[in-house]
Structures are given as C-alpha cells and as structure tokens.
C-alpha cells in the first residue's frame, strides 16, 4: 500500500518554462512534507518542505504548494534550468520535531529540462 | 563541514553470505537512518538509531540489523542475503536542529547473485 505517491514516472520541459511535479498521498496523519532531488550516483539532497499548517512554501524558483483537503501537494519549478534535471522525491512524515524521521518516500520523477 | 560518507560504494555477494555496510555522520548529527532503494522505487526506511539505540523500524525482517557508535557512525548488517536484498542502501543523518531534513550519503549498490 503506497502512502506516497508520485504517478507520473517521468516529465520533459523546456528550458525557460515551469516544471509541475506532483505528488499524492493517503496518511491523513502526515503532516510535514519534502522534496529531494537526486542525481545519478548521488544521495537524494533536500530541496524544500512544507509543513501542514501552511499550503505554500517558497524558496527562489522553487514552490511547494499543499492542498490537504486534497491530499496533494505539487513541487513549481520556475524558471526550469538544465542542471534541474533530476529524479525529483516527495516525501512525508509525522514530524514535530522529535527524533522520530522516518520519511515515506514516492517512487519519484525524473525531470529533464531540453536546452 | 563534512558530509554523510558511506562504504563501500559497490559490492557483489552471493545469496546466503553476510554484508557490513558502514555510515558516517554529517558532523554533528546524532541520528542515522538506513533506507533501501530498490530498483524504480523509492528509498524505504530500514531503521533509525538515536544515541546508539533503535529508534524506529520499517517492515523489515530481523535479518536486517544495526548499530551506532559513540562518535554517530553506524553500521547495517544483513544476514542470509536473499536475491531481492539487490538495491542501493542509503544512510542519512539528521539532527533535532535540522528538524526533519535527513542528509544522505551516496549510498552503497548492493548486488546478491
């Protein structure tokens, strides 16, 4: 039973225009959501949250947006560059700050951004 | 400041063999986590050790066991691998101060034959 998830395995943007990532999920528990960014033959590396009592987070060309009545977020990239190209992760988890950081991770995206 | 740093990178073994994957901690980070990564999925979460205790466990068999040092590193061993244990194993570590920001390491590719 996938809690998280990410139902669009790959997106191709052009350079310049606004990548959409978006992510699904089902654990009306979780309330604090992440996006990492992986590399090839790299770890995933953090790239934005969003806590549940807010529905948008903004950090330069990155927005996360939450609608928890929808159970969904979306990940905003704009303008997309090349270097965006990635496998994107949605994660999330039952946080409060204590020492419990057990992510549920979606299968991921894989952005390519064309030059 | 020094990154979470994880080894080996690759490693072949045989199914019914024994593997010892090996984890430092971002400096000052006193919590390590194992997720396993299989192929197209996303990393699911192994355990978690805090202050040298498990702290947190996925759905994971017993097979699946680790330990954290004084000084944050952390080892997970798998005992009587099976053919599915096949994937990319990452570590990550995380502080209360970093809240629920996890910073991976690079991961060691495990592949049983």
């Known amino acids: 039973d996938q809690q998280v998830k990410q139902n669009s395995p790959s997106l191709s943007v052009q350079e310049g225009r606004i990548s959409i990532l978006n992510c699904d999920y089902t654990n009306s528990m979780f309330d604090y959501f992440l996006w990492y960014k992986k590399y090839p033959a790299e770890g995933p590396t953090f790239l934005i949250s969003i806590s549940s009592i807010k529905d948008k987070n903004e950090d330069g060309r990155f927005t996360v947006f939450l609608n928890k009545s929808a159970k969904h977020l979306s990940l905003h990239i704009v303008p997309s560059q090349p270097g965006d190209s990635a496998v994107y992760f949605c994660a999330a988890t039952v946080g409060g700050g204590g020492s419990n950081y057990k992510l549920t991770f979606g299968k991921g995206t894989l952005l390519t951004v064309n030059p | 400041e020094t990154g979470v740093t994880q080894s080996p990178t690759h490693l072949i073994k045989t199914r019914g063999q024994q593997v010892t994957l090996r984890c430092s901690s971002q400096?000052?980070?006193?919590?390590v986590s194992w997720y396993q990564q299989a192929l197209g999925q996303g990393p699911q979460f192994i355990f978690q050790?805090?202050?040298?205790?498990?702290?947190g466990r996925g759905n994971f068999p017993p097979r699946f066991s680790g330990l954290q040092f004084p000084n944050y590193s952390s080892e997970l061993n798998v005992n009587a691998l099976e053919l599915d244990d096949s994937a990319l194993y990452l570590c990550?570590?995380?502080?209360?101060?970093?809240?629920?920001?996890?910073?991976f390491g690079s991961g060691t590719q495990l592949s049983v034959l």
């Open positions: 990550a570590s995380s502080s209360r101060a970093e809240g629920e920001k996890l910073f």
């Open positions: 050790y805090y202050r040298e205790e498990e702290n």
């Open positions: 400096s000052g980070h006193n919590t």
